[in-house]
């Protein structure tokens, strides 16, 4: 459901793409209105389904969302700064989406599940950080 969600919206920004820094101001708005209407046809979507199901959507939605948006300004005015708040999303998306579906879990299982969802997001955090740290010197 949500999937489809990522998709356009990954299909959409990646067609900008090609045209970073060619983007008109018009443009960029009209994508940025689009990501939003995305959302909330998602976040719609997510209505029906029950329990940690729903968490999960939710979850996943905004976290596209988040990711959609940094995208779309790193297309709409690159820089290494942008690119690295994109990245970041990515991150922070899946490691809230990890740690929501830990929920499904109980006991000493869950616990691990957050833990290696941190471990993956504390990594993940640190390669962005040693990328902008190699890019520098």
């Known amino acids: 459901m949500n999937r489809t969600l990522i998709s356009l919206t990954l299909a959409t920004c ?3 793409a090609g ?8 443009e960029h708005k009209a994508q940025k209105d689009k990501i939003s209407a995305d959302y909330k046809a998602a976040k719609e979507r997510c209505e029906p ?3 940690n199901a729903k968490d ?10 988040d990711v959609a948006k940094a995208d ?22 899946a490691y ?6 830990c929920d499904d879990q109980s ?9 290696d969802a941190k471990a993956a997001h504390t990594s993940a955090k640190a390669d962005i950080k040693a990328t902008k740290a190699a890019s520098k010197g």
């Open 107 to 115: 006991g000493n299982a869950k616990d691990v599940c957050k833990k």
């Open 14 to 16: 990646l067609g900008f």
């Open 19 to 26: 045209a970073a820094g060619a983007m008109t101001k018009e």
């Open 96 to 101: 809230e989406l990890a740690k929501e579906k």
């Open 56 to 65: 999960i959507c939710k979850v996943e939605t905004k976290g596209a969302y």
């Open 49 to 51: 389904l029950k329990d």
């Open 72 to 93: 779309l300004e790193a297309q709409y005015q690159p820089s290494p700064k942008h690119d690295e708040k994109a990245k970041l999303a990515k991150a922070d998306a």
